[in-house]
Each structure stands twice: as structure tokens, then as C-alpha cells.
Nanobody, 124 residues
Framework: QVQLVESGGGLVQAGGSLRLSCAFSGRAFSLYAMGWFRQAPGKDREFATAINWWSGGRTSYADSVKGRFTISRDNGKNTVYLQMNDLKPEDTAVYYC????????????????WGQGTQVTVSS
């Protein structure tokens, strides 16, 4: 069984930065692609970014975060990171990390494991 634990959320002013972490345990981390999704109040969970299973692997970004967010992973530490720069009020959401065996996906229902989420709030 895989466990995912996110950390690093908080309150930040518009234009600021945050770095989220997701600690993975329970299986061979290097076999799993990792994704970050977010869900704002009253909205569906949406894809933000994903990275393939190998360190430095292929990545994908939603247009809304491209150029501002960077996903990375450290297979030695079983951790995936989300560096968020130039944050905007519309980035306010609960951020979830997710894991899927094999190639990365952009659709939430295709992921096998989820963390509990971490709140990110961006004030204007």
C-alpha cells in the first residue's frame, strides 16, 4: 500500500512563492509517476502537473501553471516537489499529490493513490 503525505502549504501574498513536498512510502517510488492536482472551493479537481517515474523524467503542465510552477522528484528521498512562483489568487486551492504506476497521466481518475491535501491560499 502506498502512502502520500503533502506538506508546505500556507498563506502567501500574490507574487510570492511556496514549495510543496510529497513524501511517498510503501512501494518502490521509482516505479511510479507522480502528479499534482488542485481543487478550489466549488470546483472540480484539476490537473496541475506531473512527472514520469525517473528522476529528471518527462513532465507535463497545465497551461494555467506553465512557466510558474516546476515539478521535480528525488528518487533517493522518495519525494516529489512542487515549486510555485509568481502565485496568483486564482491558485488558491487544496493541492493533492497522486501516484500511478508507470507513465504519467493528466486525468485524476487514472491515479491509484492520493495524499490528504495541503491548503494553499494566495491573498491579493
Amino acid at each position: 500500500q502506498v502512502q502520500l503525505v503533502e506538506s508546505g502549504g500556507g498563506l502567501v501574498q500574490a507574487g510570492g512563492s511556496l514549495r510543496l513536498s510529497c513524501a511517498f512510502s510503501g512501494r518502490a517510488f521509482s516505479l511510479y509517476a507522480m502528479g499534482w492536482f488542485r481543487q478550489a472551493p466549488g470546483k472540480d479537481r484539476e490537473f496541475a502537473t506531473a512527472i514520469n517515474w525517473w528522476s529528471g523524467g518527462r513532465t507535463s503542465y497545465a497551461d494555467s501553471v506553465k512557466g510558474r510552477f516546476t515539478i521535480s522528484r528525488d528518487n533517493g528521498k522518495n519525494t516529489v516537489y512542487l515549486q510555485m512562483n509568481d502565485l496568483k489568487p486564482e491558485d488558491t486551492a487544496v493541492y493533492y499529490c497522486a501516484a500511478v504506476r508507470g507513465e504519467m497521466r493528466t486525468i485524476a481518475t487514472e491515479y491509484d493513490y492520493w495524499g490528504q491535501g495541503t491548503q494553499v491560499t494566495v491573498s491579493s
